[in-house]
């Protein structure tokens, strides 16, 4: 899931996601990097509010309460928690191996990750997908620093801009081959020295 910033968060099942809670100050690239772990074991990723923000909605009605009932329609001021509720209840973006599905106070909307030509970023830095007609659909919650996370559920067909997946991968190729470097170097030592332990034969 994702906080007001539009960090990912991990739930278990098929509730929430994509990555850990943001921590106050972390890098970014520490940050990627929990996202991305996150994903790989649950091959999906919620972007929204997280539901810790409920705890405001009793605040918000201790203090609507005393002004609802001072004065005749001001009893319209309740609407406002209930906003807050809608809001955080519904709003998100939800990242899957299939593609995206984008939730809205009042609509909902699923995309197939080949129905997207890319993305674009807003003068807010804020995210939206781009249709093939050249649409584009906002992505509530989220932001640059998550493309990373869709390139990864996308298996690539949303390019990474940062390279870190790229790099990942690179290094993961490079240490298999180290590894099975030191394999057979090894079964070559062992190699010779059953060759040196055997006994000579004679004629």
């Known amino acids: ?11 278990s099942g ?10 106050s100050g972390a890098p970014l690239g520490e940050q990627q990097a929990r996202d991305e772990q996150v994903v790989r074991k649950q091959r999906r990723a919620v972007f929204r509010v997280p539901a810790a923000s409920l705890l405001t909605v009793p605040i918000l009605l201790f203090g609507v309460t005393p002004i609802a009932f001072s004065a005749p329609g001001l009893q319209l001021l309740y609407l406002i928690p209930v906003a807050v509720v809608l809001w955080v209840v519904r709003v998100r973006t939800t990242a899957t191996a299939e593609g995206l599905t984008v939730r809205t106070l009042t609509s909902s909307r699923s995309m197939r990750w080949d129905e997207l030509s890319g993305l674009s970023i807003t003068e807010k830095a804020a995210i939206r997908a781009v249709l093939t007609d050249g649409t584009p659909v906002p992505l509530p919650y989220v932001r640059l620093h998550h493309v990373p996370v869709l390139s990864l ?22 240490n298999s081959t180290n590894d099975a470097g030191a394999d057979d170097t090894e079964r070559a030592v062992t190699a010779g020295d059953d060759t040196a332990g055997r006994p000579a034969a004679t004629s």
């Open 1 to 11: 899931m994702a906080d007001e910033s539009g960090d990912p968060q991990q739930q």
């Open 14 to 23: 098929a509730a929430q996601q994509s990555g850990a809670p943001q921590q």
């Open 153 to 174: 559920l996308s298996d690539g067909r949303i390019p990474d801009p940062s390279g870190a997946l790229t790099s990942e991968a690179a290094s993961a190729d490079e």
